[in-house]
T-cell receptor
Framework: ETGVTQTPRHLVMGMTNKKSLKCEQH?????MYWYKQSAKKPLELMFV???????ENNSVPSRFSPECPNSSHLFLHLHTLQPEDSALYLC?????????????FGQGTRLTVV | QKEVEQNSGPLSVPEGAIASLNCTYS??????FFWYRQYSGKSPELIMS????GDKEDGRFTAQLNKASQYVSLLIRDSQPSDSATYLC??????????FGPGTRLSVLP
């Protein structure tokens, strides 16, 4: 248990559906991240929030929409996804964006787009 | 483009041996370095962080950093079958985000 909880753990959605991924951290951290992990590829950074402000949008398609209502919660809203969006979506948090802080990951959401 | 490189493996070692995992990075300004372990189907788990040149030991794990050579390694002593996983190297620069390598798959054979 890392103190970062993601729900749901598994999600199957059609290309016309709208769904949301949720991440909650109980570590008192101020920075939160969304990563995508596809088979045979390195972790891809999607979004970064620091003190609730988005500091990074790594050229992510608009069909992915993040939301960070407070420092403990992070959402990823999904709509009109494509089959190639099927992947493991990982949330992580760190104390802040200081170079000396460590990131801790949630269990991930395995997303399948059909 | 900042890059972190690792041999994809698989790296196979017999139980009880030392496993040596290597990582090189392109950004000379990188300041902090991390090793994560990821079991199949699971999320990455932080093993160690290292910030200064030299060795850092934690139990069976030793991280080694050489900034001049832009090289960081992880040694696992007395390898166990439960150490079989993919090991991710990550680096970070001031004001920057974590950059992850592709991972090295380690297989410890009983």
């Amino acid at each position: 248990e890392t103190g970062v909880t993601q729900t749901p753990r598994h999600l199957v959605m059609g290309m016309t559906n709208k769904k949301s991924l949720k991440c909650e951290q109980h570590l008192g951290h101020n920075a939160m991240y969304w990563y995508k992990q596809s088979a045979k590829k390195p972790l891809e950074l999607m979004f970064v929030y620091n003190f609730k402000e988005q500091t990074e949008n790594n050229s992510v398609p608009s069909r992915f929409s993040p939301e960070c209502p407070n420092s403990s919660h992070l959402f990823l809203h999904l709509h009109t996804l494509q089959p190639e969006d099927s992947a493991l979506y990982l949330c992580a948090s760190s104390q802040d964006k200081s170079v000396w802080t460590e990131a801790f990951f949630g269990q991930g959401t395995r997303l399948t787009v059909v | 483009q900042k890059e972190v490189e690792q041999n994809s493996g698989p790296l196979s070692v017999p139980e009880g041996a030392i496993a040596s995992l290597n990582c090189t990075y392109s950004d000379r300004g990188s300041q902090s370095f991390f090793w994560y372990r990821q079991y199949s189907g699971k999320s990455p788990e932080l093993i160690m962080s290292i910030y200064s040149n030299g060795d850092k030991e934690d139990g069976r794990f030793t991280a080694q950093l050489n900034k001049a050579s832009q090289y960081v390694s992880l040694l696992i002593r007395d390898s166990q079958p439960s150490d079989s996983a993919t090991y991710l190297c990550a680096v970070r620069d001031y004001g920057q985000n974590f950059v992850f390598g592709p991972g090295t798959r380690l297989s410890v054979l009983p």
